[in-house]
């Protein structure tokens, strides 16, 4: 497909194609999950009924089979994410798993008291707690650097909260609260001047943006597989095998071993040593047929794509009196938040399901960053490429109605 033909890609998202409350869907709550293409569908249907077996411990034609569909999947997340090599493609549960994995392993190789790791204020608590529990460990000092009201944490405010005591930095791409885009490769270069490591939550962009890990340089990069029209349950820690090849073992048990012992066992390679278990492997083979789907598209098409619908939202929400939206910063990408004087988030959220339209409300799992704009939730509808205009209008006539149902704006 050379340009985005829009109803072409919704037709290949049955999930689409149904009503709510007798309305044709409108689903804008991509940034909680997307839905799954056809061929993320196929992709499962057929490991399950056709080449179901485990991966790794079996010489037998299923079980090759399964392990190469598995094991082809780190490819191609290298080449989506231009990473440097399989060897540092972790299979995860998603971004919160690679985030625990790197708090937990990376923490007791290198983090000592009094050492300080840094997040940003725009993270989501799954790339907030990890770190306070290893702080909680370690006898390490959690470091934020603020959010302005704008929900944009400039440049100087994060190199000011850099120390020489910083082991590491984990701040997100893209905010799933706010939509802000960060400068990760600047603020990487930072960090790593520093001295410290980064971990960046690529949990909001790798759906949204090219993503370069050679050219952002940071350490560790996670993303969940349901974000980026695959299943749940599978993700990735993308990470500098140089790195990962110093980390402990995170969990113990199957295919992380190459001999095990009843006094000691020895360790695997990279990537399975950080893997323990029989792994997703239908998720893994599903979500390789996402990543496969989504490269399939014109990126800058699909990146204009989004943003259109993100500036016509944002202009419509702006016509209507009693609208405000949260979050101001000069590039965000496919969330839009916002609150309505006078009422609550999940009033809002739940007359415009009555309209078919699905957001989401609430504190979106950033709930430190809400409190310090004084919030306590927004509304958020959440764009992707299957969104349309028409769907940003429906978006548009159904807030125009629950605000009158309310009796505000
Ligand atoms: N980080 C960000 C920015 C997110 O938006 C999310 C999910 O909403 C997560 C982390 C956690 O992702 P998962 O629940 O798939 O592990």
Redesign the pocket.
Known sequence: MSVLDVEALRAQFPALDQLVHGKPLVYLDN???TQKAQAVLDALDGYYRGDCANVHRGVHTLSARAGERFEAVRETIRARLNATSTDGVIFT???????NLVADSFGRAFVRPGDEILVSGL?????LVPWQLLCQRSGAVLRVAHADADGVVSTETFAAALSERTRLAAF?????ALGTLNPVAKWTALAHRAGARVLV?G??AVAHLGVDLQAIDCDFY?F????VYGP?GI?ALVGKPELLEQLPPWQGGGDMISHVGYECSEYNTLPWRLEAGTPHIAGAIGLGAALEFLGGLPLDELVAHEDRLLERACAELDAIPGVVRVGRAPRRVSVLSFVVDGAHPSDVATLLDLEGVAVRSGH??AQPLLERLGLPGTVRASFSLYNTEAEVERLAAALRKALRLLGVG
């Open positions: 940034a909680a999950t549960a998603g971004t919160t798993a690679a985030i993270e989501h608590h799954s790339n997100t791409h893209v905010s799933n939550d949990a909001q996670a969940s597989g349901h974000k749940t993700g979106h799992c």
